[in-house]
C-alpha cells in the first residue's frame, strides 16, 4: 500500500524473483565455464546438462525482469493493469461487478482461473486502450477464451466468429472500431455472452487468489475510500 498517494500495488506471480534467477542462472555458467577452462580435459555430458539448465535460468530471469515490478494498481477512483507492452485503466464508475467465470454444459461444470470484469460502458474503455497492449491480450488470453468455447461447443458447430475475431466492430451505441481494437471488442462480446463478463484479469497477474481478489474488488467497487483505507499498513 503506498500511503502518499493512497494506491494499492500488486504483484504479477510471474514477475517475482526475475533478479534472483538471472543471477544464479550468470554465477552458474560461469563457474561452469572457468572449471572447464582450468580442467583439463573434453567437457562431459553433465556440464553441458548444467550450462543448459544456467542458460535456460538467465533466460527465464531475463524474461521476468522485463514484467513490470508492479502488475495491478487500485486507487480510490481506478484500476490499473500494466503490462509489458502497455496499459488499461477502468474506472470505478465504469465496473459494474467481478466474479470467478464459470461455464457449465449441463453435465460438466468449468471455473477459469480467472477474474471476470463486467463493465457498464465498454466505448469508454476502448477508446482509451491501445492497439498494441489490445492485440497482445488477444494472444494471451485465448486459451481462456478457447476453454469457455470448447464447453459451448462440445458437438463441432461453433459459430465461426467465436473462433476468429472479425476486424470491424459496432457498438450498441454506435460506435465503429476497426484492427485490433475491433478484435478485442468483439472477443469481449462473445466473452459476454457466454460466460456474463466482458474482461479478463489472468490468475497470473495476481500476487493472491482469484476469489480474494475478487471479493477485494467489489468492496472496492462499494466504498472505495474505506476499502483503500482499510488497507493501508496490510
Known amino acids: 500500500m503506498d500511503k502518499a498517494d493512497k494506491t494499492i500495488k500488486y504483484r504479477a506471480q510471474g514477475a517475482r524473483n526475475g533478479i534472483e534467477v538471472l543471477t544464479v542462472g550468470s554465477v552458474g555458467l560461469v563457474f561452469i565455464m572457468l572449471f572447464n577452462l582450468l580442467r583439463p580435459g573434453e567437457i562431459s555430458i553433465l556440464e553441458i546438462f548444467l550450462v543448459s539448465l544456467c542458460i535456460a535460468a538467465i533466460f527465464i530471469g531475463f524474461l521476468k525482469t522485463q514484467e513490470p515490478f508492479y502488475s495491478l494498481l487500485l486507487s480510490e477512483s481506478q484500476l490499473t493493469y500494466h503490462h509489458k507492452y502497455g496499459f488499461w485503466q477502468l474506472h470505478i464508475s465504469n465496473l459494474h461487478h467481478s466474479g470467478i467465470p464459470k461455464i457449465t454444459d449441463g453435465y460438466e461444470y468449468l471455473e477459469l482461473n480467472a477474474i471476470g470484469l463486467k463493465v457498464n460502458n465498454m466505448?469508454?474503455?476502448?477508446?482509451?486502450?491501445?492497439?498494441?497492449?489490445?492485440g497482445k491480450l488477444l494472444i494471451e488470453q485465448r486459451n481462456l477464451f478457447m476453454q469457455v468455447v470448447q464447453k459451448h461447443c462440445k458437438n463441432g458447430n461453433?459459430?465461426?466468429?467465436?473462433?476468429?475475431?472479425?476486424t470491424q466492430y459496432t457498438s450498441p451505441k454506435g460506435v465503429g472500431y476497426t484492427?485490433?481494437?475491433?478484435?478485442?471488442?468483439?472477443?469481449?462480446k462473445h466473452l459476454q455472452l457466454l460466460t456474463g463478463y466482458d474482461l479478463l484479469l489472468p490468475a497470473s497477474v495476481l500476487d493472491k487468489d482469484i476469489w480474494t481478489f475478487?471479493?477485494?474488488?467489489?468492496?472496492?467497487?462499494?466504498?472505495?475510500?474505506?476499502?483503500?483505507?482499510?488497507?493501508?499498513?496490510?
Open 123 to 134: 466505448d469508454e474503455f476502448l477508446s482509451a486502450i491501445e492497439p498494441r497492449i489490445a
Open 179 to 188: 484492427g485490433l481494437i475491433a478484435m478485442f471488442a468483439n472477443r469481449a
Open 158 to 166: 461453433c459459430p465461426s466468429e467465436w473462433l476468429v475475431e472479425d
Open 214 to 234: 475478487s471479493a477485494d474488488l467489489n468492496k472496492w467497487k462499494r466504498a472505495p475510500e474505506r476499502f483503500i483505507t482499510s488497507q493501508v499498513g496490510h
